[in-house]
């Protein structure tokens, strides 16, 4: 069984940035596809980045140039560096885990943008 916990969330200002981070439990991490999505309100929750168990990141095109998703496969973490923060980056951000058929989430951390 895989747990994902996300932390790093909270308030900042238009065009600050904050850091999001999730840890992993388990041995399956290093060959496991990641991702963040986010759920902002009145929205369905959307992909916003993701990465490879290769390392090869993606990103939906309204965080491009302004997030970036990493790994470390040492410490079972995945983490979201957001830069240039807008008001429409409000939302709750979770952690994603696909191994094979199996999907795991995390318990959601909430982002908010706003002065």
């Known amino acids: 069984q895989v747990q994902l916990v996300e932390s790093g969330g909270g308030l900042v200002q238009p065009g600050g940035s904050l850091r999001l981070s999730c840890a992993a439990s388990g041995s399956i991490f290093r060959l496991a596809a990641l991702a963040w999505f986010r759920r902002a309100p009145g929205k369905q929750r959307e992909v916003i980045a993701s990465i490879s168990s290769e390392g090869r990141a993606s990103y939906v095109e309204s965080v491009k140039g302004r997030f970036t998703i990493s790994r470390d496969n040492n410490k079972n973490t995945v983490d979201l560096q957001m830069n240039t923060l807008k008001s429409d980056d409000t939302a709750v951000y979770y952690c994603?885990?696909?191994?094979?058929?199996?999907?795991?989430w995390g318990q959601g951390t909430q982002v908010t943008v706003s002065s």
């Open positions: 994603n885990l696909v191994d094979g058929t199996a999907n795991y």
